[in-house]
Structure formats: structure tokens, C-alpha cells
């Protein structure tokens, strides 16, 4: 009989995911249907595209597993980032306020439960989710799990021990020292904190921070403000001191403000964070030997951080699941019942990436006739059309083969430009995403080329790691090296991504660049494309010049393009 566990999040980033006899067959975050960015929405969408792709029914699921253990919220004095930012643990009545929070938390997810026919569901501690997702994608048959967020339920940071199929609990830290809230709290101050996600009738539901621009500002900063007396260290344990934090309020902005002030915050949390993770390194390394380390939480998507431990000499082989968000620990929850009803490992999936639904053939035809473009084609070769037309200082959207999962954009539904010139940031920020301008953009680059123009040569297949561009390099790829020389790497094979890696290879032919400028499918303020309709929708209300979904290519009026052009790329013979 075939064993089917579900795992679902239903906190913010709702999320199901489906493992069927020990293999992880699909995960997606509800956004991608309900188009409400870190939704709070039951996964309904979700949970029903899991069961399609995996062929079960749901009556025939052996367990749903949830991502928190919602019980323990009512009673808990440990605020959470909104109450820290809104000074609601500096009120007299604090800890009722913050109780009331947390069981109107509790109560909404008890609600959603039940409408959904779900209330037998288990539910998992948050963080044993988080750390069974990671460690049971990496491979690995032992290694260290440092699992970093905003808070589980009553903690914020957890070291965990894994073997086997084991995954054993040594040490964790309060929500009082969450090294999430001091990022969001750094965040507030810089005027780049926004609560987005919220459903109408979503309550507490879905709160969720910009915590991304942040470690985009930080490159900005020199260090001239002190994070020394923030985050403190003693009995080989690390502490956030918020009386010290609250004293930083003096440099707090309007809301979309930042201004020399926040650069120096942001340096310094981030900088400060750096240090914090080489010290629970440290600390794991210690107690257990091992110097495999997975790391998985919110706090884990910190490309920066990441890419300082990375290069550790405490860490042989460092691995971090896509989404490591709360999303991710839906995989988490279907693992951990998987291994409890078999005492068999899951296996480890080759492709973690493209997990989502597929493009259409059908569904490609119907959106374009709809859309009302009229610069329509189809191509024989979309790869080379997409490489030619990126070489000509075009902005190409690429949507292809099956969507991501997780926050990432890893070449299925992509923004594409030529990372050789300078304008390209601007020109994608101002007039393409709608964001601001000194957000950063990363590389695709081919793995086989990763140490001709980044150090060190670190394979980062999901664009969690940032890695030093090489200095002599730095001026031929000016739109992807960030101010502090950095980029936030994603390396490309053949086997992970076929289509993706022929269209980087053909823009090497035509340049000598193996590498093409990479962000989301989508504008500011929008979750990344799902479906054609969100691909075209995305290319019609922004300055993308050219759209290839499958085979079919359209673009602007004001265009030229070549829709003849045939592969040619630098590893052709």
C-alpha cells in the first residue's frame, strides 16, 4: 500500500508538500495561486496541487503534519516581532498583551483547521521541523543543524545532532534572544519593515518583514555604529541585550526613509550576525565532532552570513535547503512522518528545486490570445533567442518547465539581463520590479566556470550563498558585483537545469561571459509567476522587453529581435 504524508504551514508562507513511500514529490507555497505575497491563507490551492501531482486522494493521506505545535502558544510570555516593534513588551501590561496575541494565534490556527476537515492533524515542534527538512534534503548520514528564525514556539534559535535517521536536540535559545526580531527590529529602524501578507480576516496571521532589503543596505555601511553591547556573549552562550537595542531608536526613519544612518544599522546587524553564526558553529562543532552543518530557519535565507560560513575552516561541506523559510518546513513535517511510520530515511530528492507546477502548451495559447499582444512567435530554439537577446541589452522574462519552490527564482521563472552592463540594475529596479535602487541582483553563472569569477569557487545551486567576485573581474560583470564586491551566487549544471544551462552556455558563445543577471518573475510587492497568465500579466505592466514561455516568444513594439537565431554556445563542437 502506498504510505502518503502531507506537510503543511499555516502560520505565514503557507505551504503543503507531499512525500509518497519516502519521495518528496511536490511542495508550493499557496501565493503562487492566491497571488497575496507571504500569504496567510489556508493552503487549500496548495494541498489539492500536492494530492493532483502525487495521484492520491486525500482520504487515502495515512497523516497530515503541521509545522508548529500551536498549543504551546496560549500562555507564552514571548513576544513576537510586531509586539517588539510596536513596544508592546515595554507596556505595563505586556505579557497579557502578548498572551492575547499568542492565543488568538493559536485559536486562528485551531479555526482553520477545523473549517478544513484538518483538526486531527499533528503538529510538530517548529524547530524539529526546520531541521528535519534540511538535514533529511542534504544527504548527509551525519552532521551539525543550526536552525535560526523570528521564534518556534517557545524558542528562537536551536543546535540539534544528526545521524541516521536521528535527529537529537542539544541546545536553544529563548525568543528573548531571537537573532530574526533583531534583524526586523534593525529593519523597523531603517524604515524598510512591512507587514505584508495579511488576509482580511487573517488576525495575527501572516505578519511578515523585509528583512532582505536590510542585508541589501548593509553593503553600504563602513561599521561606525557599534552592535558590541546588542548581542553579548557568556557561559558560551550569545544574548540580546534590548535595552542596549532600544538605545539605537535615536536613529530611526520614516517608513521607505533609509538614510546614512540605516546603512550604519544595517552594517552593523549584519556584520554582528556574521559573528553570531561562526559562534554557534563553533559551539555545534564542539559538542559533537561533526563539521557537516546544515543550516535551515527564515534567518537561514541570509545570503551574506551564509557565505562567511561557507568559507569556515570549522566547516567541511555546509548545506542549506531552498526554502529554508517557514514554507520549507512543510517538507520538514511530511519527513518526519515518513521516518516514524517506516524507520527508513526519505530519499534524497536529485532535483529540490523544481517541485511546482508545469508550463502548458495549452494553457501558453490561451493566455497569448487573450493577452492582446501582438508580437508573437513561436522559436525553434528558445534558449538561443533568450542568450541573443540579453546580448543585445534586452530584459527577457524566462518562464519555463516546472516553478520553483521557495523564495528563490533559479532559472524556471526568471527576470534575465546582460550582466555586463552597468545600467542593467536601474534599469530592472526602476522600470521592471519597481523596487529600489540599490537592491542587488545575482548571477546564474555555469558551475564548470564558478572559479573563473567568484572566490571562493563554493557550489551555490540555490542562490544562498554570497561569494567575493574575483577582483579582476569585477569591472566585466558590473550588474551583478554589489557595492561591497560581493554577489549572491547561483551555480547552474546541466543536469539540474538542461534549458537553463544551454541558454547560459549560448550567452557565452556570444560574449565570453558564462554567466546571465537572474532575478524573479514578478514586479514589487507580487509573488513570482505560477501560471502564463502571471508570466504575460508581469511582461505587459512593466518594462520587460521580451517574454519566452516553452516556445513562445513575444515582445515589445519598440523592439528588434531576431526570433531565427539557433544555439551556438561556448561548449558546441
Known amino acids: 500500500m502506498t504510505a502518503a504524508f502531507l506537510g503543511l504551514n499555516i502560520l505565514h508562507d503557507t505551504s503543503a508538500a507531499i512525500v509518497v513511500d519516502g519521495e518528496l514529490i511536490c511542495a508550493v507555497e499557496e501565493?503562487?495561486?492566491?497571488?497575496d505575497r507571504h500569504t496567510a491563507a489556508f493552503p487549500n490551492a496548495a494541498i489539492d496541487y500536492c494530492l493532483e501531482q502525487a495521484a492520491v486522494r486525500r482520504e487515502d493521506v495515512l497523516g497530515v503534519g503541521l509545522t508548529f505545535d500551536?498549543?504551546?502558544?496560549?500562555?507564552?510570555?514571548?513576544?513576537?516581532?510586531?509586539?517588539?516593534?510596536?513596544?508592546?513588551?515595554?507596556?505595563a501590561d505586556s505579557l497579557d498583551v502578548i498572551r492575547d496575541l499568542n492565543t488568538q494565534t493559536w485559536q486562528e490556527a485551531k479555526d482553520q483547521l477545523e473549517r478544513n476537515g484538518l483538526s486531527h492533524a499533528r503538529h510538530f515542534r517548529h524547530h524539529l521541523t526546520h531541521a528535519a527538512c534540511g538535514y533529511y534534503l542534504s544527504g548527509f548520514t551525519e552532521a551539525n543543524v543550526l536552525v535560526m528564525d523570528g521564534r518556534g514556539e517557545e524558542e528562537s534559535t536551536s543546535l540539534w545532532s544528526a545521524s541516521g535517521t536521528k535527529i537529537d536536540h542539544l541546545e536553544s535559545y529563548p525568543v528573548a534572544d531571537s537573532l530574526?526580531?533583531?534583524?526586523?527590529?534593525?529593519?523597523?529602524?531603517?524604515?524598510?519593515?512591512?507587514?505584508?501578507?495579511?488576509?482580511?480576516?487573517?488576525?495575527?496571521?501572516?505578519a511578515i518583514g523585509n528583512e532582505g532589503k536590510t542585508m541589501g543596505l548593509s553593503g553600504y555601511g563602513s561599521g561606525r555604529i557599534d552592535?558590541?553591547?546588542?548581542?553579548?556573549?557568556?557561559?558560551?552562550?550569545?544574548?540580546?541585550?534590548?535595552?542596549?537595542?532600544?538605545?539605537?531608536?535615536?536613529?530611526?526613519?520614516?517608513?521607505?526613509?533609509?538614510?546614512?544612518?540605516?546603512?550604519?544599522l544595517a552594517y552593523g546587524v549584519q556584520k554582528k550576525l556574521e559573528e553570531v553564526y561562526n559562534?554557534?558553529?563553533?559551539r555545534l562543532e564542539s559538542l559533537t565532532g561533526y563539521q557537516q552543518l546544515v543550516l535551515a530557519g527564515g534567518v537561514a535565507l541570509n545570503c551574506n552570513a551564509n557565505g562567511v560560513l561557507a568559507a569556515s575552516p570549522i566547516v567541511d561541506k555546509l548545506f542549506i535547503p531552498p526554502a529554508a523559510h517557514d514554507a520549507g518546513a512543510a517538507v520538514g513535517a511530511a519527513f518526519l512522518q515518513w521516518v516514524e511510520h517506516s524507520g527508513q530515511a526519505p530519499k534524497v530528492?536529485?532535483?529540490?528545486?523544481?517541485?511546482?507546477?508545469?508550463?502548458?502548451k495549452a494553457e501558453v495559447a490561451k493566455a497569448v490570445a487573450a493577452s492582446g499582444v501582438s508580437r508573437v512567435a513561436k522559436v525553434e530554439d528558445p534558449a538561443a533567442v533568450a542568450a541573443a537577446a540579453l546580448a543585445d541589452?534586452?530584459?527577457?522574462?524566462?518562464?519555463?518547465?516546472?516553478?520553483?519552490?521557495?523564495?528563490?527564482?533559479?532559472?524556471?521563472?526568471s527576470i534575465l539581463a546582460d550582466p555586463r552592463d552597468p545600467r542593467m540594475p536601474d534599469k530592472i529596479n526602476m522600470h521592471v520590479k519597481f523596487r529600489e535602487s540599490w537592491r542587488p541582483f545575482a548571477p546564474s553563472v555555469l558551475a564548470d566556470r564558478n572559479a573563473e569569477w567568484f572566490e571562493p569557487a563554493i557550489e551555490s545551486p540555490y542562490m544562498l550563498i554570497a561569494l567575493n567576485v574575483r577582483p579582476d573581474r569585477r569591472e566585466s560583470v558590473p550588474a551583478i558585483t554589489h557595492v561591497d564586491g560581493t554577489a549572491r551566487v547561483q551555480t547552474v549544471t546541466e543536469e539540474a537545469n538542461p534549458l537553463y544551462h544551454r541558454l547560459?552556455?549560448?550567452?557565452?558563445?556570444?560574449t565570453g561571459v558564462p554567466m546571465v543577471l537572474n532575478t524573479s518573475l514578478n514586479v514589487r510587492g507580487e509573488p513570482i509567476a505560477r501560471t502564463p497568465e502571471d508570466a504575460i500579466r508581469c511582461f505587459t505592466e512593466s518594462g520587460l522587453d521580451v517574454l519566452l514561455i516553452d516556445d513562445t516568444v513575444m515582445w515589445k513594439d519598440n523592439v528588434s529581435l531576431d526570433i531565427t537565431v539557433r544555439h551556438s554556445g561556448s561548449t558546441d563542437t
Not at 526586523?184 to 524604515?191: A, E, K, Q, R
Request: with cysteine; charged share 30%.
Open 504 to 510: 547560459i552556455d549560448c550567452f557565452a558563445g556570444l
Open 31 to 35: 501565493e503562487r495561486f492566491n497571488r
Open 70 to 91: 500551536y498549543e504551546k502558544f496560549k500562555d507564552n510570555a514571548n513576544p513576537f516581532d510586531q509586539n517588539l516593534i510596536d513596544h508592546d513588551d515595554l507596556r
Open 227 to 264: 552592535f558590541d553591547q546588542v548581542v553579548t556573549y557568556a557561559s558560551g552562550r550569545y544574548h540580546v541585550n534590548r535595552e542596549r537595542l532600544r538605545e539605537l531608536d535615536v536613529y530611526k526613519v520614516a517608513q521607505g526613509q533609509p538614510d546614512e544612518n540605516s546603512r550604519e
Open 279 to 282: 559562534f554557534l558553529a563553533e
Open 393 to 413: 541589452g534586452l530584459v527577457v522574462g524566462w518562464c519555463q518547465g516546472r516553478m520553483e519552490f521557495g523564495p528563490r527564482a533559479l532559472g524556471n521563472r
Open 180 to 206: 530574526g526580531h533583531l534583524y526586523t527590529y534593525i529593519t523597523s529602524l531603517c524604515g524598510l519593515y512591512r507587514r505584508s501578507g495579511r488576509q482580511e480576516k487573517a488576525g495575527h496571521l501572516g
Open 349 to 360: 530528492p536529485a532535483d529540490q528545486i523544481y517541485l511546482g507546477e508545469a508550463i502548458d
